[in-house]
């Protein structure tokens, strides 16, 4: 069985500061997507990487897959209350048309004012 | 910017009940899923529907469930016979083309009683 394990799970920081969050598994995926998923609402695409080693930036949040294709990581600078959510790392071992994702646990992000 | 339409938003049912979920997907993709979240787990995968078939399925969607598309726009989710422990929130999700992302709904709260 696939698993993605995200720590870490809960997260609280202060406005301005730095954070990452990790995805980490045992399996290969083809790509690994992050998503913010807000309360009542479905989970909302960030970003997919799909290369071993790919960067990915988007403003002040970072993402990088790793060279193996196992693992991710997130990075968000100065960090604002607007980053405030669940993020959740998913990854996709078929890719093409079946988009079986295989979601992490999620971690919870609070970023106080 | 089109979007996933899913109704009801919450859906309370008696356990033994049927019931159906419907997904309006964005009106020229091609392929559709549901997942489900049970409260404070991972967003899970059910089914994958694609060409008018079931394209794969997990071990979740059993003989109780049923995927259907009856027209050009709805594509639904019914479960013949509710127990407890199918109470969760239900994402459908369509994508345009094999390497296009997700586009996930809000849900459907089910809670079953």
Known sequence: ?113 | EPEVTQTPSHQVTQMGQEVILRCVPISNHLYFYWYRQILGQKVEFLVSFYNNEISEKSEIFDDQFSVERPDGSNFTLKIRSTKLEDSAMYFCASKGTDNSPLHFGNGTRLTVT
């Open chain 1, 1 to 113: 069985t696939q698993l993605l394990e995200q720590s870490p799970q809960f997260l609280s920081i202060q406005e301005g500061e730095n954070l990452t969050v990790y995805c980490n598994s045992s399996s290969v995926f083809s790509s690994l997507q992050w998503y913010r998923q807000e309360p009542g609402e479905g989970p909302v695409l960030l970003v997919t990487v799909v290369t071993g080693g790919e960067v990915k930036k988007l403003k002040r949040l970072t993402f990088q897959f790793g060279d193996a294709r196992k693992d991710s990581s997130l990075h968000i600078t100065a960090a604002q209350p607007g980053d405030t959510g669940l993020y959740l790392c998913a990854g996709d071992n078929y890719g093409g048309s079946q988009g079986n994702l295989i979601f992490g646990k999620g971690t919870k992000l609070s970023v106080k004012p």
